[in-house]
Nanobody
């Protein structure tokens, strides 16, 4: 399984970005997909996760109400819509996937990782 994250960029505080995670796997609908982020000098942290059928999205408290995770299994793609961005959202964002119906928030639970996309929010 290969994951390709895209959509990052430079945006002013209060702005929006939409990240995409495209997967090269025929059975994408059987995978849970999560977004993580890592800022310089910090550990990788959980952002959001969506189950195989999109029924149960779950968010970190720091992004709840501002970010929305969704998926289009027909396009093998998961999205992260990020609104009301803050400078503290600045990080490299990674998508990750694991087979199965359960969703997890710990990075070690995920088998497949994308290459990351940089998000920079200026104040």
């Amino acid at each position: 399984v290969q994951l390709q994250a895209s959509g990052g960029g430079l945006v002013q505080a209060g702005g929006s970005l939409r990240l995409s995670c495209a997967a090269s796997v025929l059975t994408f609908s059987s995978y849970a997909v999560a977004w993580f982020r890592q800022a310089p000098g910090k550990e990788r942290e959980f952002v959001a996760v969506i189950t195989w059928n999109g029924a149960i999205p779950y968010y970190a408290d720091s992004v709840k109400g501002r970010f929305t995770i969704s998926r289009d299994n027909a396009k093998n793609t998961v999205y992260l819509q990020m609104n009301s961005l803050k400078p503290e959202d600045t990080a490299v964002y990674y998508c990750a996937a694991r087979s199965g119906r359960n969703a997890y928030t710990a990075p070690y639970e995920y088998t497949y990782w994308g290459q990351g996309t940089q998000v920079t929010v200026s104040s």
